[in-house]
């Protein structure tokens, strides 16, 4: 059978794939993995946990199946409404809390969703205990009864602790900033104004009216063009604009030009690298970034460790050597000293605080890297088990030689689908279209079944 877990969680359309009775049964293990269950009355303390939700009309039910879960497990629960997925990150490590959940899909469309544990410490879980929770499934569990059940009860103000929190990592005041965001009918209508007027900023929010069944729907940052138009025709200094749990930001300047996570990563990590607060004077990206960013850092003094795609494979990096910033292009920024996941509130406060200190636009500070063309074709159909065969591998390291310091291929299997992922970036996007056309036909030819 397929794993259960994917990059991110459990995630389905709900009600179908993710139905009220499979949310229960993973809260029951995810409750004895993580929180052990049962031991109530050899310790005399019930485990607590936290539970969150974006807006989705579907999270209301299966928050009811998870808390009912955990309760029944004898797991003692803080219900904090609906908040992004960084702020119960957050929350989990704040309150003491033996684990976390999250009730999300993200950047998905709203009749999906999903859950997230966390670990004591509001950490992900490695695949490891993902593992273990998914092999309980069902288990044949004994349930306490009186005392030993646990208790329920709403959270709702401690949205208020993680804003509080996410202030006191800034420095700079953004009085002499005018902002627009997009908060994606999401998680962050409530928390994200609210922390940008604490900051000092002017503020204009878009797509901060949740219904439970808009999130992501034309908005957010994975639809840039109402946040480009409302930036350019406000005249505002900048826009961010987060996924449905924000934990991911993206950003557009003054003229409406996208700054991708890349871009982010690079302003983020050139001002640490001044003030001394890049750890080892390192980052952490993955495969996909874009050779322009690690061309960028290496002129600046600042080194880049690879690792697979995905955030959670940046953190372990970051955790194991020791380094306090790292993310992706997608804009899944990790700010180790003060969050344990991807966090865009954060981010977007630290990136507006390097704006206000330089006092230069952000089109400007974003000129410290030059992104190179990157053509990505999706060879669908093929035998993804047949990326290394020595006719790919022979194409590649002849295209590799041609591009040279300039220029970079990547040959990725989906991780989901019958499809091998050829990217190229070149000096020009006619070399980088070329040569990737070139390899997507060995694959074709090598790769079929």
């Known amino acids: 059978m397929a794993r259960l877990f994917g990059t991110d969680g459990v995630r389905g359309v709900a009600g179908r794939d993710l139905t009220a009775q499979l949310a229960m049964d993973l809260s029951v293990a995810a409750a004895h993995v993580l929180g052990d269950a049962g031991a109530?009355?050899?310790?005399?303390?019930?485990?607590?946990?936290?539970?969150?939700?974006?807006?989705?009309?579907?999270?209301?039910?299966?928050?009811?199946?998870?808390?009912?879960?955990?309760?029944?497990?004898?797991?003692?629960?803080l219900r904090l409404g609906v908040l992004p997925t960084p702020a119960v990150a957050h929350l989990t490590a704040a309150l003491?809390?033996?684990?976390?959940?999250?009730?999300?899909?993200?950047?998905?469309?709203?009749?999906?969703n999903g859950i997230k544990f966390l670990a004591r410490g509001g950490f992900k879980l490695s695949d490891a205990v993902e593992d273990e929770i998914e092999r309980r499934l069902g288990e044949d569990w004994t349930f306490p009864v009186g005392s030993g059940v646990g208790r329920v009860r709403d959270a709702y103000g401690e949205a208020d602790r993680y804003i509080s929190h996410v202030l006191t990592t800034m420095s700079a005041s953004l009085d002499s900033l005018s902002v627009v965001i997009d908060c994606a009918h999401g998680a962050a209508h409530m928390v994200a104004p609210e922390a940008l007027v604490r900051a000092g900023a002017r503020v204009e929010a878009i797509g901060a009216r949740p219904d439970g069944l808009n999130i992501n729907a034309g908005h957010g940052s994975t639809h840039l063009d109402k946040l480009q138009q409302v930036v350019v025709s406000r005249g505002a200094d900048l826009g961010l604009a987060?996924?449905?749990?924000?934990?991911?930001?993206?950003?557009?300047?003054?003229?409406?030009?996208?700054?991708?996570?890349?871009?982010?990563?690079?302003i983020l990590a050139a001002s640490m690298h001044d003030e001394g607060e890049l750890a080892k004077d390192t980052v952490v990206a993955t495969v996909m970034s874009n050779l322009g960013f690690k061309l960028a850092m290496r002129d600046a003094g600042i080194t880049v460790v690879e690792t697979a795609v995905g955030d959670r494979y940046v953190l372990e990096r970051m955790k194991s050597d020791g380094y306090n910033l790292g993310g992706e292009q997608s804009g899944h920024v990790i700010m180790l000293d003060h969050a344990t996941t991807g966090d865009g509130l954060l981010t977007s406060l630290h990136l507006l605080g390097v704006v206000a200190k330089a006092g230069a636009p952000l089109k400007e500070l974003?000129?410290?890297?030059?992104?190179?063309?990157q053509i990505l074709i999706n060879v669908k159909d093929v035998d993804k088990g047949k990326a290394s065969v020595p006719e790919l591998v022979e194409a590649v390291a002849l295209a590799e030689a041609e591009l040279g310091e300039t220029g970079r291929v990547l040959i990725r299997p989906s991780g989901t689908e019958p499809m091998i992922r050829v990217m190229v970036e070149a000096a020009s996007e006619e070399h980088a279209t070329q040569v990737a056309g070139r390899l997507a036909d060995v694959v074709r030819k090598a790769c079929t079944s």
């Open 96 to 112: 003491g809390a033996d684990l976390g959940v999250m009730l999300s899909a993200s950047h998905n469309p709203a009749p999906d």
């Open 366 to 373: 974003a000129s410290v890297m030059t992104p190179l063309p």
């Open 242 to 266: 987060y996924d449905g749990d924000a934990d991911r930001c993206l950003a557009v300047d003054h003229t409406g030009a996208i700054i991708d996570g890349d871009h982010i990563m690079a």
């Open 40 to 77: 109530f009355a050899a310790t005399g303390r019930r485990p607590v946990a936290v539970v969150g939700r974006d807006p989705r009309a579907s999270g209301e039910f299966l928050e009811a199946a998870v808390v009912a879960g955990l309760a029944a497990s004898g797991v003692d629960v």
